[in-house]
């Protein structure tokens, strides 16, 4: 089974500043997706960014940015001049491509930004 | 768009009660899914479907029954509601394509459900 592991329970920013968000997993494929998703107070689930394991390149949003480690199994979130709406729980997630579409996802990441 | 779309946002039960949360997306989409939300556990899988007729269970799937006799339908039921269900339910629904919306998976917006 894949687990998906966020260690960060609660972080805090202060407004434009830059704030990483950690998160690694656990899987035997070699094809996979890797998401970050974002849950405001409204808990609306809203896609902030995808990355293809298959690509080198780390993907970039706007702000939002990860730093992916296919070896470590590593996939962090940054996110740059951080601002009052970033404020969310945060949430990474695992897609495998031999998993039937399944989608595994992480503890969360309470992220607070101060003003 | 419309999306992913829950029915009700809100729901109060009584120990012993069933209901019935109507999930239904308009974008075609094989895959379905329910999760509850608790906090402090993430979101955890409780039943999913691979496409029309097809369900399967995921990680907490006790208490729970569903049926997807639509594509565009996923319904998710409480035979006898519990306590323990009091939580926030999302629905979802994602399809394996090559395009860039495929293989992302797409959430409702909610449904709060207290058991008394």
């Known amino acids: 089974a894949q687990t998906v592991t966020q260690s960060q329970p609660e972080m805090s920013v202060q407004e434009a500043e830059t704030v990483t968000l950690s998160c690694t997993y656990d899987?035997?494929?070699?094809?996979?997706?890797l998401f970050w998703y974002k849950q405001p107070p409204s808990r609306q689930m809203i896609l902030v960014i995808r990355?293809?394991?298959?690509?080198?390149q780390n993907a970039t949003e706007n702000r939002f940015s990860v730093n992916f480690q296919k070896a470590a199994k590593s996939f962090s979130l940054k996110i740059s001049d951080s601002q009052l709406g970033d404020t969310a729980m945060y949430f990474c997630?695992?897609?495998?491509?031999?998993?039937?579409?399944?989608?595994?996802f992480g503890t969360g990441t309470s992220l607070t930004v101060i003003p | 768009n419309a999306g992913v779309t829950q029915t009700p946002k809100f729901r109060v039960l009584k120990t012993g009660q069933s209901m019935t949360l109507l999930c239904a997306q308009d974008?075609?989409?094989?895959?379905m899914y329910w999760y509850r939300q608790d906090p402090g556990m993430g979101l955890r899988l409780i039943h999913y479907?691979?496409?029309?007729?097809?369900?399967a269970k995921g990680e907490v799937p006790d208490g729970y029954n569903v049926s997807r006799l639509k594509k565009q339908n996923f319904l998710l039921g409480l035979e006898s509601a519990a306590p323990s269900q009091t939580s926030v339910y999302f629905c979802?629904?994602?399809?394996?394509?090559?395009?860039?919306?495929?293989?992302?998976?797409?959430f409702g917006e909610g449904s709060w459900l207290t058991v008394v």
């Open positions: 974008m075609n989409h094989e895959y």
């Open positions: 990355q293809e394991a298959y690509k080198q």
């Open positions: 479907s691979v496409g029309e007729g097809t369900t």
């Open positions: 899987t035997s494929e070699s094809n996979y997706y």
């Open positions: 997630a695992f897609m495998g491509w031999n998993t039937g579409n399944q989608f595994y």
């Open positions: 979802a629904s994602s399809s394996l394509t090559g395009a860039a919306s495929g293989n992302t998976i797409y």
